[in-house]
């Protein structure tokens, strides 16, 4: 008899994931865990993305290549109208996306 298959709520087939790439210097800093915190513009295409809408998990890939490197970070959550930190990349309003752990990385 076949064991019924117990639901995980971690099951990545029900994880919401946030795809960005970036550049290498900030996939760097979130891959050594200096950088704790993510920015996009507020602009008509990051607000169909981003407001009011929550994810579990952020996968950043270094670049467009097939091979990039890429991690999985846990997502705290997302606020719009926040002002970025200039150590990071941004002084301005912006989408916040609060990065929590690593959970996965690859080809890293």
């Known amino acids: 008899m076949k064991k019924k298959k117990e639901k995980n709520k971690k ?31 507020i ?11 929550s994810y579990d998990v ?3 890939r270094w670049g467009y290549e097939t091979k990039s490197p890429k991690i ?10 926040g ?6 990349g941004w002084d301005g309003e912006c989408y916040i996306i609060k990065l929590g752990n690593i959970l996965k990385t690859e080809n890293f």
């Open 11 to 41: 099951d990545t087939k029900h994880t919401k994931v946030l795809d960005l790439v970036l550049k290498g210097e900030w996939f760097k800093m979130i891959a050594s865990e200096e950088k704790k915190e993510e920015y996009r513009e």
């Open 43 to 53: 602009t008509p295409y990051w607000d169909r993305r981003l407001d009011g809408r």
């Open 58 to 60: 952020v996968r950043f």
């Open 72 to 81: 999985w970070v846990e997502c705290k959550g997302i606020q719009k109208g």
């Open 83 to 88: 002002i970025g930190n200039p150590k990071w």
